[in-house]
């Protein structure tokens, strides 16, 4: 019987695992709760109407279709019985291992104040990122309607909490969809009247990257229209306000569209898995692993990407980043193969080369180590790497040709308010009106 490698969860880590298992004599079941995997660095433009959904997803079962030792099944694990070498299922099946690769990625983090996620989406899903569309959409057309000076400034006042990567892709994308997108498409309101917040608790923006790249990321946000409040930190976030606290002074922010970059935490399954294997957390709920990956004593389970604590390196985690799971999904399945030819593996070297962040039309800062450049040449390079990485041929085409059509219209094709019903409907004449 062929070595059963189960991996749970199909983002970047667990997928590259499955992909670099194609030639090796094992079995592998890949388990994840939704039947396609997610580019999640394109997360923020389907927020902002620049791509569709399916721009940036791939179905499993298409992606692995012809690899003959993969199968792919829609579950969700629910528990691990680490002694019968098994994972379990919530419809109450169970799944037999020789090796296990976990890798089912992270949530978002309130620290301490899950309560504030009704008010504030994160961006980690496709559903996140339908849901902060329909909310950012539906604000311009609430202010639209709204009669009563001081709700409509409400409606147009865009708060995006945390200044890393994924946040200033967001407010810099609400820059251009405000100023440049929305412009001529309405009457009552002017949309470049929109007043984008970031605010971050450090003392810059990227605050990973050089001193350097983070001013110039600032000066090209503040082009934007974008207010950076730096050194500021969220003590409350209500239905219809958020609150600041900078230098030790409050503000209250009237708003109705608040949007959450702050922070991760590691998917629940990473405190069943710490707890059945004996391994450690740290504060975000990753798993302390092994230099191989490994968790604890248990050399079988490997923990890889978003749920995994591994600072052997550095001395420090390594980020949660799109490369990091990529090469310990490769690095895992190395591994497999190695123990299975009789051969030892190195430690896990994560190889940095380089992080890229855009911010806006044309726009963009990169770094890789010695060499730091920002502007339309970087913002190239951020363009055509992100292609590179898509999964499928045939999403790489689709977002060339929207990104060439927004280029040069200045358009975002995919502003659809969907995903529910609308909330919070404005005020005309002093009664509630309906968003239908």
């Known amino acids: 019987m062929s070595h059963r490698v189960v991996i749970v969860g199909g983002g970047f880590g667990g997928l590259y695992a499955a992909q670099k298992l194609k030639r090796a004599n094992v079995d592998v079941t890949l388990l994840d709760r939704r039947n396609f995997h997610v580019f999640q660095p394109l997360l923020y433009q389907v927020a902002t109407g620049g791509l569709s959904p399916g721009n940036i997803s791939s179905p499993l079962r298409e992606v692995l279709r012809y690899q003959r030792n993969a199968r792919v099944l829609l579950a969700e694990v629910v528990d691990l019985d680490v002694a019968a070498r098994r994972v379990v299922l919530a419809e109450g099946d169970f799944v037999e291992y020789d090796s296990l690769i976990v890798a089912a990625g992270a949530s978002h983090h309130y620290f301490g104040h899950d309560g504030w996620q009704e008010h504030a989406p994160g961006l980690k899903t496709i559903e996140d990122a339908i849901e902060m ?24 006042n865009f708060v995006v909490v945390g200044a890393g990567p994924t946040g200033v892709e967001l407010a810099g994308a609400l820059g251009e969809l405000a100023n440049d997108t929305l412009k001529h498409e309405f009457r009552a309101i002017d949309p470049a009247d929109a007043n984008i917040v970031l605010v971050e608790g ?5 605050p990973t990257y050089p001193a350097d790249l983070s001013a110039k990321a600032h000066r090209s946000l503040r082009r934007l229209g974008v207010t950076v409040r730096l050194g500021a930190y969220v003590t409350d976030v209500k239905p219809e306000a958020i609150t600041i606290e ?24 990473a405190k069943l898995a710490a707890g059945q294997t004996g391994g450690e957390q740290d ?18 389970i490997m923990v890889i990407g978003d749920m995994a ?10 980020p949660g980043v799109a490369p990091v799971a990529m090469q310990q999904g490769r690095y895992a399945a190395k591994r497999i193969a190695n123990q299975l030819a009789g051969r030892s593996s190195p430690p896990f070297e994560y190889i940095d080369r380089g992080s890229l962040a855009t911010i806006g039309r044309s726009a963009a800062v990169a770094d890789f180590g010695r060499l730091r450049f920002s502007g339309f040449s970087a913002w190239v390079l951020w363009l055509s790497i992100h292609l590179l990485f898509l999964i499928e041929f045939r999403n790489r085409i689709l977002v060339t040709i929207q990104w060439a059509w927004s280029y040069f219209t200045r358009n975002r094709g995919t502003r659809l308010i969907s995903g529910g019903p609308s909330w919070g409907a404005p005020t005309t004449g002093g009664e509630e009106d309906s968003p239908n």
């Open 133 to 156: 569309r329909r909310r950012i959409l539906y604000a311009f057309e609430a202010a639209e309607r709204e009669t009563d000076p001081d709700r409509r400034r409400a409606w147009l």
């Open 202 to 206: 450090t003392d810059r923006v990227l």
């Open 246 to 269: 900078s230098h030790s002074d409050l503000f209250v922010v009237p708003t109705r569209c608040v949007l959450w970059a702050a922070g991760v935490q590691a998917s629940p399954l």
């Open 283 to 300: 504060a975000a709920g990753r798993i302390l692993v092994n230099p191989d990956l490994s968790v604890a004593d248990h050399s079988e």
């Open 309 to 318: 604590h591994f600072a052997h390196q550095t001395g420090r985690p390594l």
